[in-house]
């Protein structure tokens, strides 16, 4: 029996040892329980449906359904968890690909055994998890696709904006910038649930899926720009 203030976590990766390895990884942290692992994407959707974990640290490449169709499949359904994806291959391909497929989060497989913890507890508490220049590609990618010179923002989007008050735009520009929840909090000196119940609604108004999009959003609306 799991207590409540654990992170369930769901390993899916097609190498045996790797897997191990995390599980020892992410178990040498209080706190933090793995329930199931999954060698393939469908294991893995399975796995999910039966254990309802926080967080599932997804593979790309696995044979059958890899880990980007999981993640779509995952991220469909009802109360779905936190997915961090978990990969060698640091390429745009595979970075925007995840994103779009609803991913929370983005790590290496290089990364340090901290970086994993760390990354498995920040997805978990709702928050986006993209290093500094994975942040970039991003916003270069976002703000490539709109051209300089082009019009506005569509009424609808303008709508949006307009909708959010001035503690919720503010918030959005901090979002913009990277800032966690709990950055955020600091900054606006104000409490944590406070910062996530307006994220909540900042994301509602725009009508976007998660804090990533919103940031996308905020960059390609001129809410952030780049530098600031």
């Known amino acids: 029996m799991v207590a409540d203030d654990v992170i369930r976590v769901v390993l899916a990766d097609d190498q045996d040892?790797?897997?191990?390895?995390?599980?020892?990884?992410?178990?040498?942290?209080?706190?933090?329980?793995?329930v199931a692992e999954a060698a393939d994407g469908a294991a893995a959707v399975a796995a999910?449906?039966?254990?309802?974990?926080?967080?599932?640290?997804l593979d790309v490449q696995m044979p059958g359904v890899d880990g980007l169709e999981a993640a779509r499949r995952i991220t469909a359904g009802d109360h779905p968890?936190?997915?961090?994806?978990?990969t060698t291959f640091d390429t745009d391909e595979y970075l925007f690909d995840a994103l779009a497929a609803g991913a929370s989060g983005f790590?290496?497989?290089?990364?340090?055994p901290e970086k994993l913890i760390e990354a498995v507890r920040t997805v978990a508490g709702g928050d986006a998890l993209l290093a500094p220049d994975v942040t970039r590609r991003v916003i270069s990618r976002a703000t490539t696709a709109t051209s300089p010179g082009v019009s506005g923002p569509a009424p609808?989007?303008?709508g949006a904006l307009s909708g959010l008050t001035e503690r919720e735009t503010e918030v959005l520009r901090l979002?913009?910038?990277g800032l966690s929840n709990a950055e955020i909090a600091g900054t606006l000196f104000v409490g944590e649930a406070t910062v996530k119940t307006h994220v909540?609604?900042?994301?509602?108004?725009l009508g976007v899926r998660d804090r990533i999009q919103a940031v996308v959003w905020a960059y390609e609306h001129g809410v952030v720009r780049s530098g600031e």
Do not use: M, T, W, Y
Not at 107 to 112: E, F, G, H, I, P
Not at 200 to 205: I, M, R, T, Y
């Open 17 to 34: 040892l790797v897997r191990a390895g995390f599980r020892v990884i992410l178990e040498s942290e209080p706190g933090v329980q793995v």
């Open 48 to 57: 999910v449906a039966a254990h309802r974990p926080d967080v599932i640290c």
């Open 81 to 86: 968890p936190a997915v961090l994806v978990l």
């Open 107 to 112: 790590l290496l497989k290089n990364a340090s």
């Open 156 to 158: 609808a989007q303008v």
């Open 175 to 177: 979002l913009g910038r």
């Open 200 to 205: 909540s609604n900042v994301l509602q108004k």
